[in-house]
């Protein structure tokens, strides 16, 4: 089944102007007392996310929560300092006085003044928002989950426990700025998992042996991704399947050998071993092991590593970084050579280098930091 086509880029910008009363008027207020002890460059970012959990246990619904988070960060840079501040109440004394707050944090000479925004046209979106899986009714979601733990009971006798969970959340954004950045992107996200435990009670005491099995799947898509491949069944057959291989499985043999790397889980290898050292700042702290080393053979030349934000519906993909910059695809490691880093606002300035598109972060609570996209390994040549 394909993936639901994206639909035309809505006006992001308006849920925050409208809905919340943020008008433009006040962002240029709170950029202005932001850089009022001095600074480099000061942003606002508006955050608000609502959410939904589920889950099932022992065929019963053993949680479900429903939530909304809104509030503003105000980052102010004077060279290397960051001052930060944030808030949940959005009234206009709060929001200025967070932006004094993170004015004297990072107080320096003033080199920039607010001069407006730069409004550009909406792009078209990676993901679509109409129909996202936050706006369906709970008792559809609930649905998915009680189908997975009926089709993960019905695959095998031998299945003993089954878990079934399901996530999602709706992620609005603005970014304004100093230097008249004014963005905005509003972001799905869900997810399905499946978890199971087999027995196979054939041992001499009767109680077997046990073995567990997980699969699930999800991105920024809405609700009818979860039919046809990739539906509650799909996903609960699978984990049954695998907890069930187990219950026969021998051990694996130790010892040195050659590894094969197929698509999948080998994925969070890299982006652990080998993508976040691949992040700017930690390079410009020098506590990476790639610091120093662009242009540089750093792995065998049969290896091409590319991190890649505009992966329509993938998980990692976002029309917009949490700094209001459209991501891109960068290739971070070609033919084995090293060719940059991942940057944000922050380390291009300083590092004299591009900025990729990559500041995230977590919540509004947080200042932004270069992380990955989705990370992957391009496909050798060799035959398995």
Request: glycine content about 10%; overall charge negative; some cysteine.
């Amino acid at each position: 089944m394909p993936l639901s086509p994206a639909s035309p880029a809505p006006d992001h910008k308006r849920y925050f102007i409208e809905k919340l009363g943020i008008s433009e008027r006040l962002m240029e207020r709170c950029l202005g007392e932001a850089l009022s002890a001095g600074g480099d460059y000061a942003d606002l970012y508006f955050e608000s996310v609502s959410s939904t959990s589920l889950g099932i246990d022992e065929s019963l619904v053993k949680s479900a929560s429903q939530g909304i988070s809104v509030g503003c960060g105000i980052r102010v840079l004077s060279g290397e300092r960051t001052g930060y501040a944030y808030t949940d109440d959005l009234s206009s004394d709060r929001l200025l006085r967070a932006a004094r707050t993170a004015a004297l944090i990072a107080s320096g000479p003033a080199k920039e003044q607010m001069s407006g925004f730069r409004h550009s046209s909406d792009e078209p979106t990676l993901y679509p928002i109409t129909g996202a899986a936050a706006d369906a009714e709970i008792a559809a979601k609930l649905s998915l989950i009680q189908r997975a733990d009926q089709a993960a009971r019905a695959f095998d006798p031998r299945i003993l426990q089954v878990r079934a969970g399901f996530n999602d959340e709706l992620r609005r954004i603005l970014v304004a700025a100093s230097d008249g950045t004014f963005a905005s992107d509003t972001q799905p996200l869900a997810r399905l998992n499946v978890f199971v435990i087999a027995r196979d009670a054939a041992g001499e005491n009767g109680s077997g042996s046990t073995a567990r099995g997980s699969s699930g799947g999800g991105g920024r898509v809405t609700l009818d991704f979860f039919e046809g491949p990739h539906s509650p069944e799909h996903y609960a057959r699978e984990a049954a399947r695998t907890a069930i291989l187990q219950l026969g499985a021998i051990a694996a043999p130790a010892g040195e050998m050659p590894v094969v790397l197929g698509p999948g889980w080998p994925g969070v290898l890299l982006h652990e071993a080998v993508g976040h050292g691949l992040e700017a700042d930690f390079n410009r702290k020098k506590t990476s092991a790639f610091a120093g080393l662009i242009g540089q053979q750093v792995a065998s030349p049969k290896v091409t590593v590319v991190d890649n934000g505009r992966m329509p519906n993938r998980r990692g993909s976002i029309n917009l970084d949490d700094e209001g910059n459209p991501t891109q695809e960068t290739v971070l490691i070609e033919n084995g050579i090293l060719k940059g880093y991942l940057s944000d606002k922050l380390s291009s300035r300083l590092m004299g280098m591009p900025n990729t598109g990559s500041g995230r972060r977590e919540s509004y609570h947080h200042i932004p930091m270069p992380r990955m996209t989705n990370t992957y390994m391009l496909a050798g040549e060799d035959a398995p």
